[in-house]
């Protein structure tokens, strides 16, 4: 935490002079911008920045590029591989003030905001015009954060990931260009997808200041359902074959038995104690009823019980609640513990199996291991929880962890889902990607030459 | 066209004694593949090869490279904005005996097929699995040139274009290293993007040899209906408020009265001459059923006629055959003409207004000028027919465009919605993304410094 003291001053001075009050080297507040959700050890920046505008952001990418010195972009830190950790000192960037809803274009299903607007003040926002923003990764994101991880969620299996709801980028390059990677256009093949180079680098390429997303009408009927089955099998199996009929269900989530326990701790909620997925449902009236019959039926089949419905927007938002209260309802299995998150994605003819070896596997855990994920599409994740003070619990945790990865891998799956790959999964992407993975960095090189764009996240240099 | 005798006569035998009778340097065979659907003058390669594999495709680039001869990938040669000319000689890869398809996995939704594939092919092929692949640019392309060209068409309205319909792509590199950009799993956070990165490359950053593609189930019910209007107004009207409404309409295409006068002659079909509009709606009966019953009141709003329905698939596919050959059907409004197409896509806010302004200009054209597009999208096409031995109707037609162009980017558009921009667009990218496209051509020289990949497309070196 004494870096600062090394750290040149001039590039202070120089932000200060750009920033006023808005740049801070308080003990606090590098603490702060030093740590996420992930495992990994703090490694607090020198500086941290609160800029209001791109023109800002590039002016300080100016600076510290003259000085030589890292930067690392910083929405509100609910990322889970160690994307915000200052690891080589630097400035952090948060973009937190950048928090403007700059157009709303209702009859083009869009939305153009700066990069701190968080999903839910979208969502506010937007709510009188009877539109809404899909993409939901549990926490209460930025949008230039979820761009910059490519983040899914429960909402993914119909309305997609950030890679297809992000229409155009404002990014502040290395060199302190700007560019607008596309036009408002609903489609364009003008040229090589920027936009989607940009979505997923992780800050490693460029500084995302302004996001251009896809609005979707709210349906006439929006209904969620909790179904609880006898096995984990049951719930796999159910999910595969509604999604092979062709429902177009909105969401689907699993959680296991430990997970729905903690959860009815956690938020008093009071569901059966089983393997359970959470379903909601999108359409008409008379569409929603018909996804609900197909899948109850597809249900019952594989061993599920009754549906439990929330058709009321609070009643629904409370059940939703209550799944993304999982990952904090979890680490209350064991208090004081820090979580292991894996995130595998596996095609989803593989799920069964993937799921069963694993959780036959996470039995000689010294802890039980909760399981959840967006079943849908084949994406799940464990919680290793770890006590922070006895590492050799951190190292059989990414023992099961790189054991499950490499299980994914032979299945044609991906070591992330949704996470990315930040400090945590990069030997992971070279065991899965191969030499693809010196092409990112040949990538990363070109756009970044002198290493300070979050240096040492993806593809470090070598 | 005699190029071939200054050609390196080793390049030849060093290809012949790994291909065999695969390489050809015939005069016939080269001017086929010198030319495309474009307006652009012909040239041809000074040889053809068709590989049979990956490993085949990776040592023809070595060849190539070593002794520093353009590369030019060729599926059908039918792009629009010439991007299989040989502008600079060299070699035309012909991936048409590269047509396997590898496997289909039902349950994941998704298939492998080799570059040469067609659409077709693959739908033929799969069709008793229940699944299809869903985009349509009208021609029967192969997979490989429509991932290169990130082809769109009828269906992208909602099965979204090949940007959303590619999982992962195999391909070879300039310097001969072979990578696959993703594994199978529906979604990934595993690095950038390199899937996005090559589709819509066109053959200028490597050369695509695999393709894994997303399919779909073939909904319960599939319905096409065509709908007159008084006024091309009309038609936008109808659609921008489908849209709005958020009908999951399957695909909704405009022609005006000149395409549908074209297709009725061409195609001996009876069409009322109006500006029409064709629908397509998938999904379960009552969804199908619900879906028209909405469109067909906003139709009628906005002066629609009653819609004329195709519900059997041998219906359906006459009904999409005559728009798809809206093309051919136009080119003999002027017999021996060829087409300068026009391919801007709009937000569809300002599609109307677009639509209109340019249908104003173009009264004042030489010939007759048919309209034609997705405009559920915003993509509208116009066909400027021009006599070929005129070279002042080519920049008449030119001049149009220009003026469309400005007039689609004035009002956050791009000049290609599914085109590319191969040699004809690359003033326009230049003028819709700006500083972007330095960063482009920063990527086209990281990926091929010696130049070699398809010359002189997209960004051509300075």
Redesign the interface.
């Known amino acids: 935490m004494n870096k600062a003291r090394d750290f040149d001053q001039s590039v202070v001075a120089e932000l200060r002079a750009l920033l006023g009050e808005r740049i801070s080297t308080s003990a606090a507040l590098r603490e702060h911008h030093g740590k996420d959700e992930s495992y990994f050890p703090y490694a607090p920046p020198d500086a941290v920045v609160f800029p209001h505008s791109t023109e800002e952001v590039r002016d300080i990418v100016d600076i510290c590029r003259r000085h030589r010195v890292p930067m690392i972009p910083y929405g509100v830190g609910t990322s889970l591989e160690g994307h915000i950790l200052a690891i080589n000192g630097g400035v952090s960037i948060d973009l937190s003030q950048m928090n403007a809803v700059l157009a709303v274009?209702?009859?083009?299903?869009?939305a153009v905001v700066q990069a701190g607007v968080t999903r839910k003040q979208l969502n506010e926002y937007i709510k009188h015009t009877g539109l809404f923003f899909p993409v939901d990764p549990g926490a209460d994101a930025t949008l230039g954060g979820m761009a910059a991880?490519?983040?899914?969620g429960t909402n993914?299996v119909r309305y997609?990931?950030m890679?297809?709801n992000v229409l155009s980028l404002k990014v502040v390059?290395a060199d302190g260009?700007?560019?607008?990677?596309?036009?408002?256009?609903?489609?364009?093949?003008?040229?090589?997808?920027?936009t989607?180079?940009f979505?997923?680098?992780e800050g490693t390429?460029g500084i995302i200041t302004e996001v251009t997303v896809r609005l979707?009408?709210v349906?006439e009927a929006m209904s969620a359902a909790v179904c609880a089955f006898d096995t984990i099998d049951g719930c796999t199996r159910t999910v595969?074959q509604t999604?092979?009929?062709?429902v177009?269900v909105a969401r689907c989530d699993i959680v296991c038995d430990k997970t729905i326990d903690a959860i009815n701790k956690y938020k008093k909620t009071r569901y059966r104690v089983a393997p359970t997925v959470f379903f909601e449902f999108h359409?008409?009236q008379?569409?929603v009823v018909?996804q609900a019959e197909t899948v109850q039926e597809i249900a019952r089949e594989n061993g599920g019980m009754d549906f439990q419905w929330a058709t009321k927007p609070e009643e629904r938002n409370q059940l939703w609640d209550a799944r993304h209260n999982a990952y904090f309802a979890c680490l209350q299995i064991r208090p004081g513990a820090r979580a292991v998150s894996t995130?595998v994605?596996?095609?989803?003819?593989r799920l069964a199996e993937c799921v069963h070896e694993t959780m036959e596997d996470v039995k000689n855990y010294i802890a039980p291991v909760p399981l959840l994920g967006h079943i849908g599409?084949?994406?799940f994740h464990l919680m290793f929880l770890v006590d922070p003070a006895r590492p050799e619990e951190l190292e059989l945790a990414k023992q099961f962890n790189r054991r499950l990865v490499d299980r994914a891998?032979a299945m044609?799956?991906?070591?992330?889902?949704?996470?990315?790959?930040g400090m945590g999964?990069q030997e992971?992407?070279a065991k899965?990607?191969?030499?693809?993975?010196?092409?990112?960095r040949?990538?990363k090189r070109?756009f970044d030459p002198g290493n300070l764009m979050n240096p040492g996240k993806?593809?470090p240099a070598p």
Chains 1, 2 share one sequence.
Do not use: F, W
């Open positions: 274009h209702e009859e083009d299903l869009d991880t490519r983040a899914s993914a997609g990931t890679r297809e390059l260009r700007v560019i607008q990677t596309s036009r408002r256009a609903k489609k364009s093949a003008a040229g090589y997808d920027l989607r180079l979505v997923g680098s390429l979707y009408p349906q595969i999604i092979q009929a062709g177009p359409g008409s008379a569409s018909e995130d994605c596996v095609p989803i003819s599409d084949g994406n891998l044609e799956g991906t070591c992330t889902g949704e996470h990315g790959v999964k992971s992407l899965e990607l191969g030499e693809a993975v010196d092409v990112m040949d990538i070109l993806v593809v």
